[in-house]
C-alpha cells in the first residue's frame, strides 16, 4: 500500500510540473512575435493582424500608409514577392525572457521579381500584459 500511495504522488507530482511548463511554453517569445508580425505584413498581406501586434503608436503609423505593401515599402523599405523570415539566434539572452523590452534581428530571405534578396532588420519589442507588441523598426543603417 505504501508503494502504491508513494507511486500515486509521483505520478501526480509530474502531471503538475509537466503541465506547469506547457504554460510558460504557450507564451511566445519576442522573437516569435515579431517573426508573427512580419509575416502578417508580407506573407498574408493582412494590415489590420499586423497592426493588432503594434504599439500604439507604431498602429497609428501603419495605418496612415494604407497597405501592408505601402508599408513594407515605405517604412520598413524592403519589398518582396515571397519571404522567410527567420529569427537571427545569435544574440538572444535569457534575460529578454524577465525584461519588458527587447531588442530582435530578423533575418528575410527572400525574392523580388526572380532575384533573391537576403537582408537583416532589428525591431524593439515591449511587453504589456505578457504580450509582446513590435514598438520600433529599427532604419538600417547602409540604406540612403
Excluded at 523570415?85 to 525584461?99: A, K, P, T
Aim: with cysteine; hydrophobic share 40%.
Amino acid at each position: 500500500m505504501k508503494k502504491l500511495t508513494t507511486l500515486l504522488i509521483l505520478i501526480l507530482s509530474f502531471t503538475l510540473v509537466s503541465c506547469g511548463d506547457l504554460a510558460q511554453q504557450d507564451a511566445p517569445s519576442p522573437g516569435d512575435a515579431a517573426r508573427n508580425y512580419f509575416d502578417a505584413l508580407y506573407n498574408k498581406k493582412d494590415m489590420p493582424l499586423a497592426v493588432s501586434m503594434a504599439t500604439p503608436s507604431l498602429a497609428r503609423i501603419m495605418k496612415s500608409y494604407g497597405s501592408a505593401k505601402q508599408f513594407t515599402r515605405n517604412l520598413v523599405n524592403l519589398q518582396y514577392d515571397n519571404v522567410v523570415i527567420e529569427i537571427d539566434m545569435s544574440n538572444l539572452s535569457v534575460r529578454q525572457q524577465y525584461e519588458d523590452k527587447a531588442k530582435v534581428n530578423l533575418i528575410f530571405i527572400g525574392y523580388l521579381n526572380s532575384k533573391k534578396i537576403d537582408d537583416m532588420r532589428s525591431v524593439e519589442m515591449i511587453r504589456e500584459d505578457g504580450i509582446w507588441y513590435v514598438d520600433k523598426i529599427v532604419p538600417d543603417p547602409y540604406a540612403r
